[in-house]
């Protein structure tokens, strides 16, 4: 009998999805990033919502695909968008009906894939932060409490932050922190970009002045 119920156990432990098995807080930010790590080839999306006293809050939602960028910023009516492929820069305003062109903003592609939004954030999670579950946690989310650890001497990184992971699949859900006043949410993370939306299409814009600026 007693064999059977080891054998019992075994099988259900064989049928538990292996999301829903015991995991550190480091095992799960291991996991979320090899899923953000794909879109080095494949491409990410995501978007950035900053609050800023005073100011208020403004979103911005961004695409990156090897050296090539887009990127939407809506703030109160107007909307602007601007591409760049590491050589040449397109801004669109949406009030002038107006695409600006001039030469990249980024002095290599490297910078260029160096600047996509604070993505630095998520590097060295498990190294500079003391991690630990959120009460909060439930069936679908693991909501992770991320502490400054006392080794971090980077004075650019945040206190604290708080990161949300899909149990599904591992995708990052939000990443949180406040940085010199200002709040910083990334979230809506997408893997899988196509050229096409990366890419300045005039064809898009009916209508729209092209200023060259070269």
């Known amino acids: 009998m007693k064999r059977i119920s080891l054998i019992i156990c075994f099988v259900v432990a064989m049928l538990v999805p292996t ?25 990410t ?14 979103r911005s939602t961004n695409s990156v695909l090897g050296d090539k960028m887009r990127l939407e910023v809506l703030a109160k009516d107007k909307r ?5 492929d590491g050589t040449t820069n397109w801004e669109y305003d949406s009030e002038k009906n107006e695409v600006e062109i001039t030469n990249s903003k980024h002095e290599d592609n490297k910078e260029s894939k160096e600047n996509t939004g604070d993505m630095e954030l998520f590097q060295g999670i498990s190294e500079g932060y003391n991690l630990s ?6 069936d679908k989310v693991w909501y992770i409490l991320c502490k400054k650890s006392k080794s971090n001497k980077d004075k650019d990184d945040p206190k604290q932050m708080n990161l949300a992971v899909s ?25 899988g970009v196509t050229e096409e939306q990366v890419t ?9 002045k092209i200023v060259d600026k070269r």
Not at 19 to 43: F, I, Y
Not at 46 to 58: A, N, Q, Y
Not at 133 to 138: C, H, I, Q, V, W
């Open 19 to 43: 999301h829903l098995h015991a995991q550190t807080p480091e095992q799960v930010v291991e996991r979320m990033t090899a899923e953000l790590n794909k879109g080095d080839s494949l491409g």
């Open 45 to 58: 999306t995501f978007d950035l919502v900053m609050s800023i006293p005073i100011l208020g809050t403004f």
């Open 80 to 84: 602007s968008i601007s591409w760049d």
């Open 133 to 138: 579950f959120e009460k909060k946690t439930d």
């Open 167 to 191: 149990k599904a699949d591992y995708s990052c859900i939000y990443l949180k922190a406040k940085m010199k006043g200002v709040t910083v949410s990334m979230e809506n993370f997408k893997i």
């Open 200 to 208: 300045f299409n005039a064809a898009e814009f009916p209508g729209v």
